[in-house]
């Protein structure tokens, strides 16, 4: 069972969440049930959390593909939104100005709708140099403080903290050492999903 500190929390009907994201949030390469957005539904069952998530990933997706279908993503059922986009943007080293500027019109377009929001990082590697990861990396904390939104540091954190990265890909990503496995997953919904609640618990 799930220990959750924030439990208690109760919601007069169920609150919508959509989950807007790329293959991490779609759930690539696992069968239907062992994705994020599932996997995340049922911890927060478990923790009786009267929460519907809607799975708005989208493999390959950039942070200018979230920004291009954010509007008809709010649709008037949704209640919040889980912004995890950046990774692709990474892969094609796409400047991180331009990455801002996009996660910037998504989130301004919840907030103007008055959708509250938990916006999830990711850590940009080394390879790009000093100078782009340290503006990627401070993109997201930026961004979520200027919009009033919720905040969790990295998408992929629960795999990161473990000290062996040799054991991390063999025990917990797939194949192609960027999507992680069923058991990956599992520790990436532990550590993210106490944020999604504190998100649920912002709805009136």
Request: a negative charge; aromatic letters at 6%; proline letters at 5%.
């Amino acid at each position: 069972m799930v220990t959750i500190l924030t439990i208690g929390t109760a919601w007069a009907e169920p609150v919508t969440i959509a989950a807007l994201g790329d293959s991490l949030t779609q759930g690539f390469g696992l069968p239907n049930g062992e994705g994020f957005v599932p996997q995340l539904q049922g911890w927060l069952d478990e923790a009786d959390a009267e929460v519907v998530l809607v799975n708005a990933g989208v493999s390959g997706d950039t942070t200018a593909g979230g920004l291009s279908r954010i509007a008809w993503t709010l649709s008037d059922d949704v209640d919040a939104l889980i912004v995890a986009l950046g990774g692709n943007d990474l892969l094609r080293g796409i400047d991180p100005a331009v990455s801002s500027a996009n996660l910037d019109g998504i989130l301004s377009e919840a907030r103007g709708r008055g959708v509250p929001v938990l916006l999830v990082g990711m850590d940009a590697p080394a390879n790009y140099g000093a100078d782009f990861e340290a503006a990627f990396d401070a993109m997201y904390p930026e961004l979520a403080e200027t919009h009033g939104a919720l905040y969790h540091p990295n998408f992929l954190g629960a795999l990161a903290a473990i000290g062996d990265r040799a054991e991390a890909l063999a025990k917990y990503m797939q194949p192609d050492g960027i999507h992680p496995n069923r058991d990956g997953v599992a520790l990436i919904v532990k550590d993210i999903g106490p944020d999604v609640l504190k998100l649920a618990g912002t709805i009136d």
